[in-house]
T-cell receptor
């Protein structure tokens, strides 16, 4: 158990819908990262927050957004969902900007 | 372009045999280097990391990795594989930057199968 929690574990929804994935970092970690794992794209970095501020952005679609709240938990919002958004979404956290990242168990999103 | 290459998509070894998984990176400067393991239906678990110093690093579960600057490689090894090691293994790098983020860039993964 890495100490990073993600909810829900599974999510099934329809095209065009909007969902919110939630992540709670390890106690004491200030940085949160979101990654997407799909069969065709592999593991890809989406976005990073550090102590509430966005620090880095990867291949994140405009339909996706994220935020980190004052209690340091983070949410990833996915809207206007498409079939291709079906993937495993991981959250990771680290103490600071240059430390190893610890991953949560992931949220498996299925878009029908 | 910056990249991480894991040339072996699948590897099969017999239980008790030694294992080496290859990883090469292409970056302007030596990045931070990591190996993660993902068991079926599970998240990613950090096996070991290299930031600086001794080029042979020890990790959990009996794994080790050697950083070779001249070859831009960070290969993962284990002297004797156990059936429970069957999983997918990912090499990952983080460029050493000041300011900015430290996103992980992953290789495509190597699926390890262990024959009993």
């Amino acid at each position: 158990d890495s100490g990073v929690t993600q909810t829900p574990k599974h999510l099934i929804t329809a095209t065009g819908q909007r969902v919110t994935l939630r992540c709670s970092p390890r106690s004491g970690d200030l940085s949160v990262y979101w990654y997407q794992q799909s069969l065709d794209q592999g593991l890809q970095f989406l976005i990073q927050y550090y102590n509430g501020e966005e620090r880095a952005k990867g291949n994140i679609l405009e339909r996706f957004s994220a935020q980190q709240f004052p209690d340091l938990h983070s949410e990833l919002n996915l809207s206007s969902l498409e079939l291709g958004d079906s993937a495993l979404y991981f959250c990771a956290s680290s103490v600071a900007m240059d430390n190893e990242q610890f991953f949560g168990p992931g949220t498996r999103l299925t878009v029908l | 372009a910056q990249s991480v290459t894991q040339p072996d998509i699948h590897i099969t070894v017999s239980e008790g045999a030694s294992l080496e998984l290859r990883c090469n990176y292409s970056y302007g400067a030596t990045p931070y280097l990591f190996w993660y393991v993902q068991s079926p239906g599970q998240g990613l678990q950090l096996l070991l990391k290299y930031f600086s110093g001794d080029t042979l690093v020890q990790g959990i579960k009996g794994f080790e990795a050697e950083f070779k600057r001249s070859q831009s490689s960070f290969n993962l090894r284990k002297p004797s594989v156990h059936w429970s090691d069957a999983a997918e293994y990912f090499c990952a790098v983080v460029p050493i930057l000041t300011g900015g983020g430290n996103k992980l860039t992953f290789g495509t993964g190597t699926q390890l199968k262990v024959e009993l």
